[in-house]
């Protein structure tokens, strides 16, 4: 059995001894965490994902931040937009101190929440849509985008007439086409600059 002074300790001839007592105690560090960190590759991709699989998130994984995401931002603009409506109305009102501030609560909470469910119904319908097309056609492209914003457009406001109906599908549209263009500016461009005579 070695005792702390033997000469065969491989830290010994490694690391230097800090404690002031000669052969007492010497200092520990693991051979596991002391490492050069050049020694790992730093391209290697951040996830791990399975062979064959995709090295993208779903519609259906993208749809929970995405129906998230679009409540907290209504919220937000709803927020805003009852606090300024409250400020307006206390004013004229002639309110002050905690009668003021429970007005302008209550108007940042009902304004905040009805948009929040706004945003959040049209980010499921959409989600919804966007699923549906992504497995019924085994393909996840702009179309899909396009389809479902137009859909969802229809959707939202079918039970408020057709011209009201049509008028949704056609916002719809028009934003997921300026989305499917700004995500694809880069083949566009590529187009721009291609010069068929050079062929």
């Given at each position: 059995m070695s005792s702390l002074n033997d000469s065969n300790d491989v830290y010994s001839s490694t690391y230097p001894n800090t404690s002031g007592f000669q052969g007492t105690v010497r200092p520990f560090s693991s051979p596991y965490l002391n490492f050069d960190p050049g020694y790992i590759p730093q391209t290697q991709p951040e996830f791990i994902f399975l062979d064959g699989a995709s090295k993208q998130r779903g519609r259906f994984e993208l749809a929970f931040g995405q129906i998230g995401g679009s409540c907290m931002i209504g919220a937000a603009l709803g927020g805003a937009s009852g606090f300024y409506n409250g400020l307006k109305a206390t004013t004229?009102?002639?309110q002050t101190g905690k009668l003021r501030r429970t007005q302008l609560l209550n108007?940042?909470?009902k304004k905040g929440g009805a948009t929040a469910n706004t945003f959040g119904s049209v980010a499921v319908i959409?989600?919804?849509?966007?699923?549906?097309l992504s497995w019924a056609r085994g393909n996840d492209d702009d179309l899909n985008t396009v389809v479902a914003a137009t859909a969802t457009g229809c959707l939202y406001k079918s039970t408020a007439g057709l011209k009201k109906c049509g008028l949704g599908g056609?916002?719809?549209f028009g934003l997921s086409t300026a989305y499917a263009l700004w995500n694809n500016r880069e083949k566009l461009a590529g187009l721009r600059q291609f010069n068929p005579a050079q062929r």
């Open positions: 004229l009102a002639g108007h940042i909470m959409y989600s919804a849509f966007g699923v549906i056609a916002i719809g």
